[in-house]
């Protein structure tokens, strides 16, 4: 909503933008302090001080806030414009040709990788399925997804499997298959949020996750049981709420420019999709796994864990064995990062809901915490690039080996099994400046998605100001504490 041009109500905002980024700062610098006071001994030979890195996030936050409260005075993003793609790029992309060639080409990949899990050889980098599994599918379609939109969708073989059944079953029928169950509203994305915590479960503790055997096992029960819960829920209901990485793609998609609505191509404002998403049951629980399971990949691989870890495996050591002791020691840690993640985002929201309780539409925090959870998936992204960019851009390559290679025996069927892999393509000072980039930028577009949700919630443009104060001391908190992995995952 515009201010009206009241020069005195301009001056008043101002002053409130700045007493609250005033406050913000001193937590900010000081989060930032704390987070980069351990040091970075493999970043040394960095031209700019290490300590400067926490304070330049710290204000570009806080200057971001006071930017937003003062220029952004409605919403922008949830009211951006959408513009079709011709209708002849429309009709090519959206057909059912090619939509049958990609879901064919998910469904493709998915054999390769069960049969190479299970028939190639157990050198995890020697086979297809882990490395396509942990570093091609899970952080490659991340990129994709930023720039093209819900790319997952056109390639997802569980769906492709399940509406390629469908449609045979009604062939040989002859009608209409039997009507599936209700999908229930109040189910919301529980399925898909088990499901992602398993599957961060089985990268960051599992004991020989990464075997190939193992991964093509997890994929062959995942895609049983995909297949059985649509068969009783339906297809896209299913597809919509239940598959985790539908769901999970499908939140990265948002940021895209692009999205697929009502059989058409639309272009977007990026970032605009989280503005308008309508947040499900479950949202902020599957948010909080997206950050709490890169945060605690950062965390074992610090001095911190190392030094705690060994404690809590001894705890446990007398009753469950050695390996069953650190299976439990690890399970405890991710669980207790995702719910540290988890309350301190809703204590940012029961900050939101006090310096809201006066407005015309007073929200209980729960009610907060699921709106704003969208504004959370570009910190997401930007933990999971600043993490494992170089996984992706390394370890990836070797993609050009495996595709001629899958199983490990010497094969070169396209003739690419001699490619090799460039450790020089990103040094190590190039990828810390690329790690905080990425943790700040995700920060400020979370906040920007966030100012704009509070505009269109709260009409006083006032109280949605003020409510950001909340907001921003929960990006201060985790960007410090980004940070502050980075410092131990590279020291």
């Known amino acids: 909503m515009a201010l009206g041009g009241s020069t005195h109500f301009v001056r008043r905002r101002w002053v409130v933008a700045v007493a609250a980024a005033s406050l913000a700062l001193v937590a900010a610098l000081a989060g930032a302090q704390a987070a980069l006071a351990h040091g970075l001994g493999g970043r040394a030979d960095l031209p700019i001080p290490v300590w400067l890195f926490g304070w330049v996030a710290a204000v570009v936050l806080v200057v971001s806030f006071v930017a937003l409260a003062a220029m952004w005075q409605e919403p922008k993003l949830a009211s951006s414009p959408l513009r079709r793609l ?5 009709r090519v992309v959206v057909s059912r040709p ?32 882990p490395i396509f599994v942990y570093v091609i599918f899970w952080l490659g379609l991340v990129p994709a997804s930023l720039l093209l939109g819900d790319v997952f969708a056109a390639l997802n073989p569980w769906r492709a499997i399940g509406r390629a059944t469908g449609w045979l079953l009604g062939k040989l029928l002859g009608g209409p298959t039997p009507e599936p169950l209700p999908y229930t509203r109040q189910l919301g994305i529980l399925p898909a949020t088990v499901g992602l915590f398993a599957f961060a479960w089985l990268e960051l503790i599992a004991q020989n996750g ?27 209901p299913w597809t919509r709420a239940g598959e985790t990485f539908s769901v999970y793609f499908g939140l990265i998609a948002q940021i895209a420019p692009f999205e697929r609505r009502d059989e058409r191509i639309v272009v977007r404002w990026p970032f605009s999709g ?33 030094r705690i870890g060994p404690e809590f495996e001894a705890a446990f050591d007398g009753v469950f064995g050695d390996t069953g002791a650190r299976l439990l020691s690890d399970s405890l840690g991710l669980v207790l990062i995702i719910a540290i993640i988890w309350a301190f985002y ?7 809901r006090y310096f809201t309780r006066d407005s015309d539409a007073p929200l209980s925090a729960g009610e907060i915490a699921r709106a704003f959870a969208p504004s959370l998936v570009p910190i997401a992204v930007a933990y999971l690039g600043a993490h494992f960019i170089t996984l992706l851009l390394i370890e990836g390559q070797s993609i050009a080996s495996l595709v001629s290679d899958p199983l490990g025996r010497g094969w070169d069927l396209f003739g ?4 090799g892999i460039n450790f020089g393509l990103i040094g190590a000072t190039n990828t810390w400046y690329l790690q905080v980039a990425l943790v700040v930028a995700g920060h400020v577009a979370g906040l920007a998605v966030a100012h704009d949700r509070a505009i269109e919630l709260w009409s006083d443009s006032k109280v949605a100001t003020r409510s950001q104060l909340g907001m921003l001391v929960v990006m201060v908190g985790l960007t410090s504490f980004a940070l502050w992995l980075l410092a131990k995952a590279n020291a």
């Open 210 to 236: 990464e075997l190939p055997r193992n991964v093509a096992a997890a994929t062959l029960v995942y895609t049983c049981v995909t297949l059985v819960a649509m068969a009783v829920y339906g297809v896209e």
């Open 98 to 129: 090619l939509s049958i060639l990609f879901g064919s080409a998910g469904v493709f990949l998915l054999v390769v990788t069960i049969w190479s899990g299970f028939a190639g050889t157990q050198i995890a980098t020697g086979n297809f399925a």
């Open 346 to 352: 809703r204590a940012g929201a029961e900050v939101m």
């Open 416 to 419: 690419t099994r001699s490619s």
């Open 86 to 90: 011709p209708d002849s790029l429309t």
């Open 274 to 306: 989280l503005a308008r998403y309508e947040p499900p049951r479950g949202i902020v629980v599957f948010v909080a796994i997206m950050i709490g399971s890169v945060s605690f990949d950062g965390l074992q691989e610090g001095p911190v864990w190392r």
